[in-house]
């Protein structure tokens, strides 16, 4: 046997790029196909992505049959990445820059938002191609240029091409990829190969000809990053950075070893260091379109000033689920076990790079070369894996970098995937090598073997961890599970035995056919654990046109709606029915808007709001309906501003009646019939009860009766008997009964019985009466100094004073009931779709108006308080930051007349006899600019957190555009980089015909 090549850097032979283009490709549709094959079979009838659950999430857009749920784990592409191309693509056709989108909220930045990735290569198919095909196309893409790219980068470093596929199978086909397909995090992952096969031809030729300067590969080097910079996620960007950039470092310093053992100077190193970061900055530069509009928006951003951010780490132990990845993902129509395990997002498995793949990769460690590339991705994975599996150390020290606590680990995942797929087809390589000692392979089997028996002797205490927080849902999941345990199982065993024979078989085809037999089963693995996650929809299921959609849209035609319902139409899905809600989501939000909004409405936190401000909201916010399940609204009355907070709506809703599997109940059966509930509300004024059911097919027939009394009193507060089939549906399987009754002025401390009677039950059926839940109470306020001597509300005592109003859960006993006591002259229905009633506000002065006074506020932080306050009127006063308060009143005869409205762009004609402002229901952002009559005037900032501009007396048009600052030098800087980069491709050519 010979023994290894010296120890160094040596130079790799050139390779026939047109026979690895044509293996890359190969490997790429083996990918694709393995991925991907149920979408394309079904294509015809079927599209890619969870469009059943976008239709099913609300009864606005329900089907009737209803279809297959396949996943909720993938919701956020159908709610948002998807709208937002197919809007963008309408506005590239109408030769417009999709800058904003309007129809979020009163507007957001669209461009600026990382996520949307508008200019993206693997969004282009959305600018060509029908929807369908678009997401076909773009998922396939990414995959393609996963696995080919990987496959590239492998052959590069030096790896056999059987062990290069090897490795590429396991990066494409990893956890990550699976799990978040249809987001625009993929497509940065999948560069993430190109680009560091772009370092390494640099530092090759650097090692090869360290005087000549590689100006084309330098040149490719900021293409490949700049195509990063465009991808469209800004948290896989920043570890695809320190990924590539650690790679590039650690690559030019053992540049600089070898030109040091090769008498070369150091001057001709650092130049090539120079170069490289020189064009790395070029390749930001070519993704300033982006980057620069983004951090604007970052600096505006609720996540950044709030400084709070939903970010876990993974548990130590969780590391064991590598092995077997699907024992913390969601599997069809089986509940959400990730909710158990913590995190809530299956991110855990977005470092499941497939069982084998993980072994081989930790087999290198049997093979050691000091200097090998090896130890470049060793160190960087374990420090990744360190970070990411709540290692205190690495943690402790990442909380000194500011923002730091903002980066979820699981984004960490591209370090962890990158370096498996070149760790495992290393190991591949070195343990099917004639020239290596059969007793390291053998040591090879043996240690992968104990490791996989640790694994599954870990697996029945998980078991145990799950059935205590779970119960429910583990005996749902348990079957499936331990299934898949045994299959990945099998899976590695019989990878671990064709690699033993593939490593003592000396015959070609043998040795191949156990190479191939290792590479299946790794795949196999990878494909039997995720296969949920690739979800398959019934074309009907894209974009229903339900009778309900449709009559909902033509009754608020293009006015602005609040949606008050978690599960009402998903306010990032209105761009698909064309529907303007207030609500929306944004990971970045713009801070001012949505604090005020969650003052206002509570959306996104689930807390309690008093009636007046909700109402307050509707009118800053320009609502003109309020969409709301049953007959009432879902924000609470004044009592919440006296100190009750949301579990009081909990009693309102006194009773619950569901079906098996809830606890605490008391049970109603042909038997015993009857159920009494008593409780005692803690508050004042109680005038109904919301009681809801739980439906089933088969309790449609029963008759309920409910009769509620007053402890001591004989007669009745309130009766109601109905067919539980005549209730009215709430969301879900859930129904609504209101009781209603004279309100009770000292309703608090006192008792109450509700006493529920159903006749009609079949032999086997059970109904159980829940007791209501309560939530917590609101944290006391505490307040800190303020510079004029007064008392300001701390930003710690504001957080605490949220967390003591939110809801501890999202069941319906904990939050969602809907009690308002509006004045009936606000409001008045005026259409009923579905389970939604549709009510116009008419306290409403739509999405523009006129007012006459001001009044000035410069501290931000007092702006929010002051118009919150009863006593400033937003139809007749304005709040501004800076300028001079007035008291005019608005004359007689002021008028306001809206001639266009489009995504960039708002015109208004007015008319007025005094000095007037408008004000306008739209987000104020760096950008907006205002011209009054062609003259360009102050654009200001009105109510916390909307556009107002002053106008003097008279007839004019108003004019507001978006044309933001930050876009126009980003699109100047990506052109500057991108005639640089031309010139140097230019340049190294006609050096190299010259030489």
């Known amino acids: 046997m010979t023994s290894h090549s010296p120890d160094r850097w040596t130079p790799e032979p050139p390779l026939a790029w047109r026979t690895e283009l044509a293996w890359a490709v190969l490997v790429a549709l083996a990918c694709v196909l393995c991925m991907l094959w149920r979408p394309i079979v079904q294509f015809p009838t079927h599209t890619l992505g969870p469009w059943d659950w976008l239709a099913q999430s609300s009864t606005l857009t329900a089907l009737d049959p209803p279809p297959e749920v396949r996943t909720h784990a993938m919701e956020d592409p159908v ?280 072994l081989l990769a930790t087999g290198v460690l049997l093979f050691p070369r000091a200097a090998s590339r090896d130890w470049i991705f060793v160190t960087l994975g374990a420090t990744v894996l360190l970070f990411a599996f709540d290692a205190s150390v690495v943690n402790e020290a990442l909380s000194w970098i500011a923002g730091g606590a903002l980066v979820p680990a699981p984004r960490a995942c591209v370090v962890w995937s990158v370096a498996a797929a070149v760790l495992a087809s290393s190991a591949a390589d070195r343990l099917f090598a004639l020239d290596v000692l059969r007793a390291r392979a053998s040591a090879f089997v043996l240690g992968a073997a104990v490791l996989v028996a640790l694994a599954l002797a870990r697996v029945p205490s998980i078991w145990r961890d799950l059935e205590a927080k779970a119960p429910g849902d583990f005996a749902v999941l348990a079957p499936e599970l331990e299934a898949h345990v045994r299959f990945t199982a099998w899976a590695i065993g019989l990878g671990l035995a064709a690699v033993a024979l593939h490593a003592c078989l000396r015959r070609r085809s043998t040795r191949t056919l156990g190479f191939v037999a290792a590479l299946t089963l790794a795949a196999a693995s990878s494909i039997e654990a995720f296969h949920d996650y690739v979800p398959t929809s019934e074309d009907r299921c894209v974009l229903p046109r339900t009778k309900a959609i449709e009559g909902f849209a033509e009754t608020v035609d293009d006015a602005r709606v609040a949606l008050f319902s978690p599960l009402g139409l998903r306010a990032d899905a209105n761009l698909l029915y064309g529907i303007d809600l207030v609500q929306s989501y944004d990971a970045l939000e713009v801070a001012r808007l949505d604090e005020l909004r969650t003052e206002v409405f509570g959306v996104g936190s689930y807390r309690a709001v008093s009636s007046f401000a909700a109402r307050r909201g509707l009118e800053l916010f320009g609502v003109e309906f309020v969409g709301a399940r049953a007959e009432w609204l879902p924000v609470d009355t004044e009592r919440c501003r006296r100190g009750s907070a949301v579990g009081q709506r909990s009693w309102m809703a006194a009773a619950e009646i569901g079906a098996a599997g809830q606890t605490g109940a008391e049970e109603l059966t042909p038997e015993a019939p009857s159920a009494v509930q008593r409780f005692v509300p803690s508050f004042d004024g109680m005038h109904a009860l919301v009681v809801h059911f739980e439906d089933t097919p088969e309790l449609d027939a029963p008759q309920l009766t409910l009769t509620l009394r007053r402890d001591g009193d004989a007669r009745a507060l309130a009766t109601r008997s109905i067919r539980f089939g005549e209730l009215r549906r709430v969301f879900g399987t859930r129904r609504e009964l209101v009781l209603r009754f004279p309100e009770q002025a000292d309703s608090r401390a006192c008792a109450y019985t509700l006493e529920v009677t159903a006749t009609g039950l079949a032999p086997l059926q059970r109904l159980r009466l829940l007791r209501g839940r309560g939530g917590r109470e609101r944290a006391p306020e505490q307040v800190e100094p303020r510079d004029d001597g007064g008392e300001a509300e701390s930003g710690a005592a504001r957080k605490r004073s949220r967390e003591g109003r939110t809801v501890p859960g999202r069941g319906l006993g904990a939050g969602f009931v809907l009690d308002v006591a509006y004045d009936e002259d606000l409001f008045e229905i005026v259409g009923e779709h579905a389970d939604f009633v549709v009510h116009r506000f008419r306290g409403s002065a739509g999405q523009a108006w006129l007012v006459g006074s001001s009044e000035v506020e410069p501290a931000s932080d007092r702006t929010l308080e002051r118009v919150l306050s009863e006593e400033f009127d937003p139809l007749s006063t304005v709040l501004l930051e800076r300028g001079a308060a007035r008291t005019d009143e608005l004359g007689p005869g002021a008028t306001l007349r809206e001639l266009e409205r489009e995504p960039r762009r708002r015109v208004w004609s007015y008319s007025t006899q005094r000095p007037a402002f408008l004000v306008a229901a739209l987000t104020h952002f760096p950008g907006w600019r205002a011209t009054v009559d062609g003259r360009e005037v102050e654009l200001l900032r009105a109510n916390h957190a909307f556009c107002g501009v002053d106008l003097a007396p008279g007839d004019g048009v108003v004019v507001l555009e978006y044309e933001p600052r930050s876009f126009r030098i980003a699109v100047a800087l990506t052109l500057a980089c991108l005639l640089a980069l031309v010139m140097t491709i230019r340049h190294g050519t006609r050096r190299a015909r010259r030489t």
């Open 79 to 358: 709610r948002q990445m998807l709208p937002w191309a197919e809007f963008a693509a309408g506005e590239f056709w109408k030769g417009e820059a999709p800058l904003w989108l309007d129809d979020n909220g009163c507007g957001m930045p669209l461009l600026a938002n990382y996520q949307s990735a508008l200019l993206s290569p693997f969004t282009l198919p959305h600018y060509v191609a029908p929807l369908a095909l678009a997401v076909l196309l773009s998922a396939a893409a990414k995959l393609a240029t996963a696995a080919g790219s990987m496959f590239l980068f492998l052959r590069l470093l030096g790896r056999s091409r059987w062990a290069s596929a090897l490795g590429a199978s396991g990066f494409a086909l990893s956890g990550f990829h699976w799990l978040c397909l249809l987001h625009p995090h993929v497509g940065v992952q999948a560069l993430v190969p190109l680009a560091l096969a772009c370092v390494e031809l640099v530092c090759r030729s650097a090692q090869r000809e360290p005087k000549r300067v590689p100006w084309t590969r330098l040149a490719c080097v900021s293409f490949a990053l700049g195509a990063l910079a465009l991808a469209g996620h800004p948290e896989s960007l920043l570890f695809s950075g320190l990924l590539v950039g650690g790679y590039a470092l650690l690559r030019c310093a053992t540049v600089a070893l070898e030109h040091r053992r090769a008498g070369v100077g150091l001057s001709l190193t650092l130049r090539h260091v120079a170069l490289l970061a020189t064009f790395a900055l070029l390749g930001v530069g070519l993704g300033g379109v982006q980057v620069l509009p983004f951090a604007e928006y970052l600096l505006h951003s609720s996540a950044i000033l709030s400084g709070e951010r939903d970010v876990e780490r993974l548990q130590p132990y969780q590391l064991v689920l590598q092995l077997f990845p699907n024992v913390a993902t969601t599997t069809r129509d089986a509940p959400w076990i990730p909710l158990a395990l913590r995190p809530r997002y299956p991110e855990v498995n977005a470092f499941h790079v497939g069982g084998l793949h993980a």
